[in-house]
C-alpha cells in the first residue's frame, strides 16, 4: 500500500536528514515551547517549598524513629520470653 497523504514540507535539505534527526529536533523544539509555557517559582516560593519539606522530613523520620523503637522492644519481649 502506499500512503496518499502529501508531505507537509517537501523541502530538499528537510529530505536530506535522517528521520532520527528530525524526530530529535522535533522533540527538542516542543520541548523548549512547553518551557516557555511553566509558571516558574520565584526565590520566595524556592525557600517557602524547601522549608515545608525539610520539616515535613522531620516530622516524619522522627516518626519512624520513635515507631522503630517502641516495636522494638515489643519484638524483643515477644520472642525473648
Not at 523544539?29 to 526565590?43: D, F, G, I, R, T
Request: aromatic share 8%; glycine share 4%.
Amino acid at each position: 500500500m502506499s500512503d496518499a497523504r502529501p508531505e507537509r514540507h517537501p523541502a530538499v535539505s528537510r529530505q536530506a536528514q535522517p528521520v532520527e534527526e528530525r524526530r530529535r529536533g522535533h522533540f527538542v523544539q516542543e520541548s523548549w515551547a512547553e518551557l516557555k509555557k511553566v509558571e516558574w517559582p520565584n526565590q520566595n516560593q524556592v525557600i517557602q517549598g524547601t522549608v515545608v519539606v525539610l520539616i515535613a522530613c522531620l516530622v516524619v523520620g522522627a516518626y519512624l524513629y520513635f515507631n522503630d523503637i517502641v516495636w522494638k522492644h515489643v519484638v524483643a519481649k515477644i520472642i525473648g520470653s
